[in-house]
């Protein structure tokens, strides 16, 4: 009898370890470096009531594995970073969120994420919450998330009178992408201000990533480094991928994330400003023309 018990015990315990194989945890937390030193910059570490964990994707890779784990939904711990400067919190919510689409690319398997949104500034909300859903990928009904907070919460909580406008906002994204006269080509201009102690080291950077990233992905069209004559730490990047999924991988590889991480420090400010092209079907006739020029 003991023998029959233990063999039923056994094979309890290797379907249950088969079906954990498959679990999704849908509620986990990737903490970015940027973030914690905004915290500490406010003294705002303990808010929620103990200091945050230690995280790092290998080691969070090796805890799904040893508990059956196949994918994690992450998302941006809390408390919110919005500390009375909005382009402070804007920043470091869209660094959370660029990690996350990085996260996703080198781990299409394992990782997926929801996007933070820099609230109580509605505004940048709804403009980050387009982006992250039609650029980096964001999964899960962001929209409807933002509904459910933006039009019962919102105004309550932070008294806002402009919330009505966000729902038609998001609710009209989709007519943004279709206004791009059927190309699925991402375009885009990073405007950027360096630090003049590190400009010579960030251009040097700027410009070995550009060419490594046309030279060896084919998915990247144009990286174009620029400087304004009038203030050389203000820099303008022409950016031009051949699809969102195109960019998403960029941002996932080795020499991006180099880049990336080497030239944190560089930089005063950052605003990536989406275009639609208004004649996307002249750009081959105008990168002709170079080579003929040539």
Not at 183 to 198: D, F, K
Request: with cysteine.
């Amino acid at each position: 009898m003991k023998r029959w018990l233990y063999l039923v015990i056994l094979l309890m315990i290797g379907n249950f370890t088969g079906h954990a194989r498959q679990v999704v945890d849908v509620h986990s937390h990737n903490i970015l470096p940027d973030y914690r030193q905004v915290l500490a910059r406010h003294h705002a570490e303990l808010e929620e009531g103990f200091p945050l964990p230690a995280w790092d994707v290998d080691s969070h890779l090796s805890f799904m594995d040893s508990a059956g784990i196949a994918c994690t939904v992450l998302s941006m711990p809390a408390p919110q970073p919005s500390f009375g400067d909005s382009e402070e919190c804007r920043q470091v919510i869209r660094a959370c969120n660029e990690y996350g689409a990085q996260l996703k690319a080198a781990h299409p398997d394992r990782f997926r994420f929801c996007a933070a949104l820099p609230l109580p500034d509605v505004e940048s909300a709804v403009a980050e919450a387009i982006y992250a859903l039609d650029t980096l990928g964001a999964d899960g009904e962001l929209s409807a998330y933002a509904d459910l907070f933006l039009h019962e919460n919102a105004a309550r909580l932070f008294a806002l009178p402009s919330v009505g406008e966000a729902g038609a906002a998001l609710a009209e994204r989709s007519s943004v992408v279709e206004a791009e006269v059927d190309t699925a080509m991402l375009v885009r201009i990073s405007e950027i201000e360096i630090y003049p102690q590190y400009r010579d080291a960030y251009l040097e950077a700027a410009l070995e990533v550009g060419a490594t990233s046309v030279r060896e992905e084919p998915g990247v069209i144009a990286i174009f480094p620029m400087i304004q004559q009038r203030d050389s730490c203000q820099v303008r990047i022409l950016e031009i991928y051949s699809s969102p999924e195109a960019y998403r991988h960029h941002i996932g590889t080795a020499h991006f994330q180099t880049y990336k991480q080497g030239t944190l420090h560089m930089v005063k400010t950052l605003d990536l400003v989406d275009m639609i092209p208004m004649n996307p079907a002249a750009m081959p006739e105008i990168f002709r023309k170079m080579q003929r020029v040539k």
